[in-house]
């Protein structure tokens, strides 16, 4: 098991982010050319009513995530946030975000976004179960949480296909759009997920 960068890995980003490629998925490090659709991403209606995101979303404040999300984070090691390109197209799209990031001894939390003109395909799932075998692989991650607001089908959707089960609901705790929400959660273990789960 990899804990860690060993010292002769760069340790800056963008080239301390690995490109990681599959089924026509390719998560890779953000970009500046990326902002234009992180703000249409961000803009979204479904995205809007699921995760806590400035209203109206700029370009500022796609600026904002990509200089304190992305590349702050990763160089601190406190985020590790990938961009995903559609690989199915012409030339490749960028279409949404997935990332991990560490609670300590083991345990981390995964979280995502797809640009709605990429939904609907299963480029989600796929890009999550590349997340998950290289924070399994390559990070010190034991075990993964999912959490969503408990209406936020789509998103469980995805957390079942790549393996996590039995959700629990933690009433009136997610602040979203001004309200508590109840926040639907689950894990999944290195084992579980090496074991393929997948249904
Ligand atoms: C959550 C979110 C990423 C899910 O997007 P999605 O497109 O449904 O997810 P996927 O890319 O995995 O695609 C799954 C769909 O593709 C279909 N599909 C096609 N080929 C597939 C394949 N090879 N593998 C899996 N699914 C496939 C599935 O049947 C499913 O379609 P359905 O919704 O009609 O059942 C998206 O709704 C979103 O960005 N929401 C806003 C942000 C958000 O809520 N984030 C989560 C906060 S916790």
Redesign the pocket.
Known sequence: MTTGPTPEQPQHFPQCVPVLQGDGVRLRAHDYDDIDRIVE?SQ?E??QR??PLPNPYTVENARGFLAEFVEKSWNERKRFEFAIDDLSAQESLFC?NVGVWPHGDGRYEV????HPD?????????AVELVLAWAFESLDARVVKW???AD?D??W??AR?VGFREPVVLPNWMPLGGELRHCAQATLTREQFENGTLA
């Open positions: 991403q979204d479904v995205s699921f995760i949404g979280g995502w976004i797809l990429a939904r609907g395909r299963g480029i989600m799932t796929r959490c969503a607001d936020n789509a998103s959707a995805v296909r």
